[in-house]
């Protein structure tokens, strides 16, 4: 799902409206609602340790229940997440993903896809949800990324899963050699 820069700004400036402000919640959800049904799609906020991230989601995921059902989900790659609390920072995103998805290039060119894959997937995650080059993830970071993150939206195969310690230490040894060049560590 693509979504125009306009756009998600407005769903986010609507969601964030509707956490601060429960008096106004018919009006605004009603104009977000319209919004969501010309792009055919749904949203949910989902809790993350470092803040609220809006999930939009096509609506045909949707079962007969009002649930999700992994069986409708043909490209994962549809869904957006728009972090709703994101700190201010000199870098913009498009920097700080750019920077992510050079990293994530490197280590596939040095270790091959399964880390590679592995690595664009880490690369997102910081991107999207915390707005950090990988090199600045925290201990904590990684370990949401690798214990929930990574299995419920990456949709790793087995041999992904089965190597996930050793491609984040690959991802790992990649920033810090990043980190060096800049003067700061991983």
């Known amino acids: 799902m693509e979504l125009d820069e306009q756009t998600a700004t407005r769903l986010r ?13 018919e009006s605004i959800t009603a104009r977000r609602d319209q919004i969501l049904d010309r792009l055919g799609a749904c949203s949910r906020v989902r809790e993350d340790p470092d803040g609220a991230v809006l999930v939009i989601y096509p609506a045909s995921w949707i079962d007969a229940d009002g649930t999700v059902d992994p069986a409708y989900i043909s490209d994962p790659d549809r869904a957006v997440e728009l972090p709703l609390e994101t700190a201010t920072r000199e870098d913009d995103w498009e920097s700080i993903h750019d920077h992510n998805l050079a990293l994530a290039s490197a280590v596939r060119r040095r270790r091959g896809p399964v880390h590679g894959a592995t690595a664009e997937a880490f690369a997102t995650y910081l991107s999207n949800h915390h707005l950090l080059r990988i090199e600045e993830a925290s201990t904590t970071v990684l370990q949401t990324f690798t214990d929930e993150y ?9 041999e992904q899963l089965a190597l996930l310690d050793r491609s984040m230490e690959f991802i790992c040894d990649e920033a810090n050699r990043v980190s060096a060049t800049e003067g700061s560590t991983l």
Not at 13 to 25: C, K, S
Not at 150 to 158: G, L
């Open 150 to 158: 990574f299995i419920r939206n990456a949709w790793p195969d087995q």
């Open 13 to 25: 400036e609507l969601t964030n409206t509707l956490r601060e402000a429960p008096d106004r919640t």
